[in-house]
């Protein structure tokens, strides 16, 4: 039997399928203890077009766990870290709060926790995946539009999806290789 | 068609005017230093005279840096786990910063020991360096060394940032750097004066006049090359020189209190006689470098992608 | 590409962003996102539980929103630390919607009522002193008592706001003898329910794209399917991915697009949430969607060829299934000769309609044509249309119509009546049976006995059609009393004497706000308030609550026991569990009632005994029990055959697992198959839920020997037990006015004498395009006003601070002026804690006016300016504009309840109560929609003056 490759999770966001509930930004907010004033997921509006052809586009957010993850490569502690199932995380006994990670992140999905004085972001609920589940924002999503998983095993619902697709990722120019896939946006990448 | 972002969220940083602050000192620290150098390193001897001016200014502004840089952090107790090798992060340019910071210290240490209670006139401390040989003269390449890099290390702090297109530039090290020379001589314009004779800095100042008026013409085109390659480097790099000209401290603060007015007084105004003509110089340059350093944190994290 | 000033975003600083971040979501090429290979167990949810520590997993139903829907809330050392969707809940499948994980602020909210207070001041002031409920229920024992003996029983009113858990409270009113015990039903939407209610005896017809159902396969197992089948939706006035009571409507609108290739469409003159992911949206102007439908049906009725399979458009089996489509289709063509008054357009012709709904005749052809040959499709309508409108009854007489003549009732992937198909629930609990009890009044010098269902305020005064109440109504009858025109106590006269509100907030949603408060505060002659008792229950401080005399802390919907009151596609049931005890000194509706009942026993009023009351339900948990015993309740029909095993037709009651197993007992007399009864045991064992199987096609039957479907007269709750043209539910009002000749002021208003028989067709009112009496103000008022849910500020949970950090379409935005409040927030440790907190302007979100941007450009308004808003009537509201290409040229758009919220309970949001707008302060507060009396919400019009 061939070796399994070591585990790789990413997210897959079907956008035709988010109903723009804010069910994520709030569901994230419930789970992890996000203060008020920042999100580690949360989701972008945008309206494009003249009435009547007017269209409103949701844009959910949430870190992206780069593979090449800038944040990581300038934390001065080594603080910040990517574990080897690909999930971007802060030691939070480790972090002296500079928040060069935080300008660092091209995706602004970090800020400094105002209540624990370091740098904090989305964990993909480490807690809850760790433990068999799934981050909170994919269990409550109300569309069923987010679907996270194993990107390395070919049988997992994420790699089926993300193969029977096209997906895109947001600002891919800037090289960070993110691992949260978009299936059914098209992202302007013409910057 | 019309585009009408709704909503979009941003989580901020918490960078505050303790960053630029902290830039600042660690530019006129080597700044002050490399103008130093001109005499220490490559003989030149009307900087011998600022020479004792300039390693305790740069020692002074290096032991004020970081406790701006520690009142910045989250966690200032942790301040010290930046030089525990076992955290050291080689893509890091903050991991390097904190080691640079450390090891360019104990060199200032070491050569401001040479001109603590030396007792002696401004000509032997002058002579002191001049004839620097053997061990002390590695010293002071050393400094110098490492003061080039301590005023590329901003630049390549926030050089390597991917995504913020006013940062993440090749020219940005060599544009602090340039900078910091200006900072450097504008501060010992500003010191100078109290510890020189008044003969010896005429001859310093007759030397980084030019110096000066150079620095300021090559600021002028890291400026203008960047404007001009952000505006017609895509949507992001537009909104990035936007909000770098929208700044007033860009506009006001860097470009015509600290660029222009001081290559006027420079060129126009007697400095060498009038010293307060040389004052305000030195203080616009000052000024300028600050708003430089200010404008290129703030407009540079206002210019973000959604 | 321009990009107009609009953005901000949560922020201290002024980002400057690059726009057009996101764009078109093209749907070429894609394929589906496989729904169904995701199967996530609540066992496994558990064991995630367990592993993370001291956890306890509790099932209970939601009330953060009347959806209800199954929640997993994780319970640490006794306090609510995770908030989940039940994912053995196929109404929300594990799903939990914003609004819904953002419970623990509600819960442990510092606004809630603690303990019980006694007003001090006046009513209105706010000013209360901290009371015991000893005292509480003393006060309010003997004012029921003396206003019993004094005006009798039916003086008082129960409106027990909620559907949710409102049974205890109607028993023991009911038992202290008032027939006036309602909900908020008549301020919701009942024109909406009345076109189903008439027909098909129903409420609610919603899609099917309820997934997964429990479904029995041909092999005989139930297995749970995922299948979508809908081809063709069409929403109007409908919004269902942000007014959320029908969960599964978010999941399954959108699992239907991608997994199942159907076209949604929405028609809405504001370019909703759910317009977002629609295929088409049609901006109608407000209140012509019964207009659209009635274009809809004679095109189709007009174009129809069954010999054409382009043109195909009707099922006539439909008749098989129905009475009196000849009278209703007579009807409705004799209007096509007539001549509209304004446009001087024959009725119901594409041009007439659209003229009045100002979209383009070819694309109203398109919407009928499109509607008649897709199959199987839904047509479905909203509260926010016809709901609100005046007219909303023949615009859900004809939605009913075309989903019936099109044949896509009930079938996979159709349109299905919720209502009829949902479990049965409550039974004997709400005691209805007292109401049965006979008392004596003087009416004219004359005694007359006569059951107590006979003083009904409504059904025999004012309202006899109103099947839900009127409660929109009653600050009229605060003022003037109550006439009873019909029935034995025909000419008899009542004073409102007391007024009990529990959870609902009428001052703000039941009609016009200044109406309300002028009600609550009118006084007599020696200056005593007119209505002597007003008692609030609730959990939260709201307006109303500063307008009563005693305040009972309820405990939250946490805290206490009860079922589910919800719409899905077949009977699924779930409970309210106690996951935490009640907080501070709130108290269980069970315990309430109780001790109500048992204050008035002791007071001397032997109407409420022991045996009915408290030596019954000694506990939640038995009341529960008694609510139970009717589930699923709805007689075996439809395909595939739920239960192959028992007889078809007959009344189904007991447990999923002893209907499954044939631990049944069968009455084949009275047709009823008995299992063992549900209990609140049997369900905390089932993760808090009974599941009956899924059928479809349950209106009819395979008769084998004709060889052809049959009526399965199973499922319709009309007299004749099929589909109505003819409206035989109307028969019972109109024997009231022919007995007694007194004509309802509703139908008066409309010029009618009786109920019609079938097809009707009336104006609504401040409608200048379409009601000739208003087209005077067309130019001096040029925006029609309507208004919608802002799921996440309904008027009970704007103190929670998460959802003013998430916006909501165009009128919940972050537009907040700067300001601090405590509220609370997540510590170092993730613990929600009280803090004081300072808000810069534009990171809170408040209740804004949506307006389209050429309206706006042309009065040079932009996002953020301060305007007025002012009626015909001469009402103003102030507010702040949100600039959007979405909504129609000349309408705007309010949230329900969003602004103008003055009390304090309300933690930060009442902060803003000086510049956002309180929609209901707009609303004329003397229409009423004349068969229901439900008030017009979104019949208004008004002008806007730049502040």
């Known amino acids: 039997m061939p070796e399994s490759k070591p585990k790789k999770y990413g997210m897959a966001i079907d956008v035709r399928k988010c109903v723009g509930c804010m069910s994520c930004s709030v569901s994230c907010k419930m789970e992890n203890g996000v203060s008020f004033g920042v999100f580690r997921s949360w989701v972008n509006m945008t309206e494009k077009g003249d009435f009547p052809a007017v269209k409103r586009f949701y844009q959910p957010r949430l870190c992206n766990h780069c593979e090449k993850a800038p944040c990581v490569a300038v934390c001065p502690v080594k603080a910040t870290y990517k574990r080897e199932d690909g999930v971007v995380l802060v030691d939070k006994e480790k972090c002296i709060g500079c928040g060069y990670c935080v300008v660092a992140c091209p995706y602004n999905a970090r800020y400094l926790s105002d209540t624990q004085k370091v740098a904090d972001k989305c964990t993909l609920c480490d807690h809850r995946i760790d433990n068999g589940g799934e981050p909170a924002c994919v269990k409550n999503c109300m569309g069923k539009s987010r679907i996270f998983g194993d990107l390395n095993d070919p049988n997992s619902r994420i790699s089926q999806v993300i193969a029977k697709n096209p997906v895109q990722v947001i600002n891919p120019h800037v090289g960070t290789k993110p691992q949260v896939y978009y299936i059914g946006a098209d992202f302007n990448q013409k910057f | 068609m019309t585009v009408n972002d709704m909503y979009t969220f941003v989580n901020e940083s918490h960078w505050e005017a303790f960053v630029p602050i902290y830039f600042l000192l660690i530019s006129i620290s080597a700044g002050s230093l490399m103008v130093a150098s001109f005499s220490t390193v490559f003989g030149l001897k009307q900087y011998q005279i600022i020479v004792r001016p300039a390693v305790f200014t740069s020692l002074v502004t290096l032991v004020l840096a970081p406790i701006f840089l520690i009142l910045d952090l989250g966690q200032p107790l942790r301040f010290l786990y930046v030089i525990n090798p076992f955290n050291f992060n080689v893509q890091s340019p903050m991991s390097w910063g904190g080691f640079l910071l450390i090891l360019y210290g104990i060199t200032l240490l070491l050569l401001a020991k040479k001109y603590i209670g030396a007792g002696s006139t401004s000509q032997t401390i002058a002579e002191t360096a001049a004839s620097a040989s053997g061990r002390s003269k590695l010293l002071y390449i050393v400094a110098f060394a490492f003061a080039v890099f301590l005023s590329a290390y901003p630049g390549l702090e926030l050089g390597v940032v991917p995504g913020k297109a006013l940062w993440n530039t090749p020219v940005l090290p060599v544009y602090f750097i340039t900078t910091s020379l200006l900072g450097g001589i504008g501060v010992l314009f500003l010191v100078g004066r109290f510890a020189a004779k008044q003969e010896s800095l005429q001859d310093f100042i007759s030397a980084a006049k030019p110096i000066a008026i150079s620095l300021i013409l090559l600021s002028f085109v890291w400026i203008v090359s960047r404007s001009m390659t952000l505006s017609t480097s895509g949507l992001e790099a537009e909104a990035a020189a936007q909000a770098l000209w929208k700044s007033g401290w860009f506009l006001w603060g860097e470009l015509v209190l600290g660029l222009i007015i001081p290559f006027a007084l420079l060129l126009f105004g007697d400095i060498k006689k009038n010293s307060v003509l040389l004052t305000l110089t030195g203080g616009l340059l000052l000024i300028g470098v600050f708003s430089m350093r200010y404008s290129i944190v703030f407009a540079g994290l206002a210019a973000v992608l959604p | ?947």
């Open chain 3, 1 to 947: 590409m321009t990009s107009k000033g609009n953005s901000f975003s949560l922020s201290r600083r002024n980002f400057l962003k690059v726009s057009a971040a996101v764009s078109a979501g093209v749907g070429i090429g894609l394929g589906p996102s496989l729904l169904n290979l995701k199967k996530v167990s609540a066992a496994e949810s558990e064991e995630l539980a367990n592993n993370l520590g001291n956890i306890e997993v509790k099932y209970t139903a939601d009330v953060m929103c009347p959806s209800e829907c199954g929640m997993e809330m994780w319970v640490q050392d006794g306090r609510i630390v995770k908030i989940y969707g039940n994912d053995s809940c196929p109404f929300n499948d594990g799903t939990c919607c914003a609004k819904g994980a953002s419970g623990m602020q509600l819960v442990y909210s510092p606004e809630r009522n603690k303990y019980p207070l006694i007003r001090e001041g006046e009513r209105g002031e706010g000013k209360f002193r901290r009371a015991t409920w000893e005292e509480a229920i003393d006060y309010i024992g003997s004012k029921l008592t003396d206003i019993k003996k004094k005006y009798g029983a039916e003086s008082v009113i129960m409106d027990a706001g909620d559907v949710t858990d409102r049974d205890h409270y109607y028993r023991v009113f009911h038992g202290y003898g008032t027939p006036n015990c309602v909900e908020h039903g008549s301020i919701c939407d009942t024109p909406r329910r009345h076109g189903p209610k008439l027909m098909l005896g129903g409420k609610r017809i919603e899609p099917d794209v309820m997934r997964p159902l429990l479904v029995r396969q041909p092999d005989g197992s139930l297995k749970k399917d995922y299948t979508y089948y809908s081809k063709l939706i069409i929403y109007v006035g409908w919004n269902p991915f942000v007014a959320t009571r029908i969960n599964y409507e978010s999941r399954g609108t959108v699992g239907a697009k991608v997994e199942n290739g159907c076209k949604v469409i929405v028609v809405d003159p504001a370019h909703t949430n759910t317009a977002s992911q629609a295929d088409l949206w049609v901006p109608i102007r407000p209140g012509t969607d019964g207009d659209l439908f009635a274009a809809m049906l004679r095109y189709i009725l007009e174009n129809d060829d069954q010999y054409n399979p382009l043109r195909k458009y009707i099922d006539w089996s439909f008749k098989e299934f129905s009475v009196g489509w000849d009278e209703f289709e007579a009807e409705f063509k004799s209007w096509w000769s007539k001549i509209d008054p304004i446009n001087g357009k024959p009725y119901f012709s594409l041009d007439w309609a659209a003229d009045r709904t100002g979209l383009p005749s070819e694309q109203i052809q398109d919407i009928a044509h499109e509607y008649g040959l897709t199959k199987p499709a839904a047509l479905v309508w909203g509260m926010q249309s016809p709901g609100h409108h005046y007219n909303g009854y023949p615009c859900s007489i004809l939605g009913t119509a075309l989903n019936i003549i099109t044949g896509n009732m009930d079938v996979p992937g159709g349109a299905i009546d919720t209502e009829l198909v949902k479990s049965d629930k409550g039974g004997k609990a709400k005691g209805s049976d007292f109401t049965k009890r006979k008392v004596k009044r003087l009416i004219d010098g004359q005694e007359v006995e006569a059951e107590i269902e006979y003083l009904h305020m409504d059904w025999y005064g004012d309202w006899p059609a109103a099947w839900d109440d009127v409660v929109g109504d009653y600050p009229r009858r605060f003022r003037e009393g109550v006439n009873i025109n019909y029935g034995p106590f025909k000419g008899y006269k009542y004073p409102i004497k007391g007024f009990m509100i529990r959870t609902g907030n009428p001052v703000m949603t039941g009609g016009n706000t200044n109406d309300w408060i002028d009600a609550l505060t009118a006084k007599d002659g020696n200056g005593n308030y007119k209505v002597e008792l007003v008692v609030n229950i609730d959990t939260l401080y709201l307006e109303t609550g500063m307008y009563a005399d005693v305040i009972l802390p309820e405990a939250s919907y946490a805290e206490r026991m009860s079922l589910s009151d919800v719409y899905p596609s077949h009977q699924v049931l779930w409970m309210r569990d106690e996951v935490i005890k009640p907080l501070h000194e709130s108290k269980a509706p069970t315990d309430i009632m109780n001790s109500i009942a048992k204050k008035l026993n002791k007071l001397g009023d032997s109407d409420l005994k022991g045996e009915d009351f408290w030596e019954k339900y000694k506990t939640q948990e038995d009341f529960v029990n008694e609510m139970l015993l009717p589930a699923p309740g709805r007689n075996h029909a439809g395909e595939p055959i739920p239960y192959p095993h028992l007889p078809l037709g007959y009344k189904l009651l007991g447990t999923p697992d002893s209907l499954e197993a044939g631990r049944v007992t069968i009455d084949h007399e009275k047709k009823v198959v008995q299992g063992e009864p549900v209990t609140a045991e049997w369900m905390r064992k089932n993760k808090g839920v009974a599941v009956w199987p899924m059928s479809w096609n349950r209106f009819k039957i395979f008769d084998k020997e004709e060889g052809k479907y049959v009526a399965s007269k199973a499922v319709a709750k009309t007299s004749s037990k099929m589909f109505e043209f003819t409206f035989s539910g109307y028969n019972k009002y109109n024997k009231l006015i022919d007995e007694t000749g007194i004509i309802p002021r509703g139908l008066k208003e409309i010029g009618y004498e009786r109920y019609p028989n079938t097809f009707y067709w009336f104006e609504t009112k401040w409608n200048p395009y379409t009601n000739k009496e208003y087209a005077k103000y067309k130019d001096e008022y040029p925006f029609q006003l309507i208004c919608g849910r802002v799921h996440h500020a309904m008027t009970g949970t704007q103190m929670v601070p998460w959802l003013s950090e998430t916006p909501v379409e165009g009128t919940w935005m972050p537009l907040n002026d700067a300001f601090k409040h405590k509220i609370i927030d997540p510590n170092a440790k993730g613990e929600l804690e009280e803090v004081e907190k300072e808000f810069k302007a534009g990171t809170f979100c408040v209740g804004t006016i949506a307006i389209n941007a050429s309206d706006a450009e042309t009065m040079g308004l932009k996002t953020g300016d301060l305007v007025i808003l002012e009626n015909p009537l001469g009402s103003q509201e102030k507010g702040k504009v949100f600039v959007t290409e979405g909504m129609r040229p000349g309408t705007i758009k309010l949230g329900f309840g969003t602004g103008g919220r003055f009390s304090p309970g309300l933690g930060p949001t009442s902060k803003h109560k000086d510049y956002t707008p309180n929609h209901s302060g707009l609303v004329d507060p003397n229409a009423h929609s004349p068969i229901m009396g439900m008030p017009c919400y979104a019949d208004m019009i008004v002008k806007v003056i730049k502040d």
